[in-house]
């Protein structure tokens, strides 16, 4: 008598894919908290030569335009109006002013970069007239190489709102030194001092 014994295909069992796809889903988990982080930090480092770049042009711009000694008002320092003036009149190239971090506001369409001189608490000043130079100046003669330049608040770690004082801030800042530095802390990170 002849009994029927099945052989066992050459293919896996539902088991041995369900182990496979768990290991595989296990090895994701674990690795993309990784890779998110590594994709926030290369964003920070072009930024980081962004800023370095409008430090340059800043610099020629200011040789140009008879720019008075390092620590000053806005305006005997011979600094531009406002960014954009650098690739307008050929100091960079305008992909230089492009930030490519997460803009630090939900109604903001693009992420930008900031001059400090520019902000007295939240209001943007727009003529050289309303540049209040005794604050600016005050500001950088008290903080001097220290003193923040141009602000990048564009890099907050996932679920930051912007505006709350409880929570940690990441900044990237160019300061009149020429350096440019990733601030963590709480605070106003719109306020001049939160830099320092």
């Known amino acids: 008598m002849k009994t029927n014994v099945k052989t066992r295909g050459r293919g896996f069992s539902v088991v041995e894919v369900l182990v496979v796809v768990t290991i595989l889903a296990l090895i994701a988990a674990l690795l993309y908290p990784v890779y998110a982080t590594s994709k926030r930090r290369a964003k920070e480092r072009v930024c980081i030569s962004n800023l370095k770049s409008i430090f340059s042009a800043i610099s020629m711009y200011r040789s140009n335009h008879d720019g008075e000694g390092r620590y000053g008002d806005w305006i005997s320092m011979g600094l531009p109006t ?115």
Not at 84 to 93: A, C, I, Q, R, T
Not at 95 to 116: D, M, Q, R, S, T
Not at 123 to 132: D, F
Not at 155 to 162: L, N
């Open 82 to 196: 406002g960014l954009s003036v650098l690739p307008d009149e050929g100091y960079m190239d305008p992909g230089g002013l492009e930030c490519v971090g997460i803009p630090f506001a939900p109604n903001i369409e693009k992420p930008f970069y900031l001059p400090a001189g520019w902000l007295t608490g939240w209001e943007p000043l727009r003529e050289p007239s309303n540049l209040s130079p005794g604050s600016w100046r005050d500001y950088v003669e008290k903080w001097r190489d220290e003193a923040i330049f141009v602000q990048d608040m564009n890099h907050q770690e996932p679920g930051t709102s912007v505006g709350s004082l409880l929570q940690t801030h990441r900044g990237l800042g160019l300061y009149v030194g020429g350096h440019v530095r990733v601030v963590l802390k709480k605070g106003d990170i719109f306020q001049r001092e939160w830099w320092n």
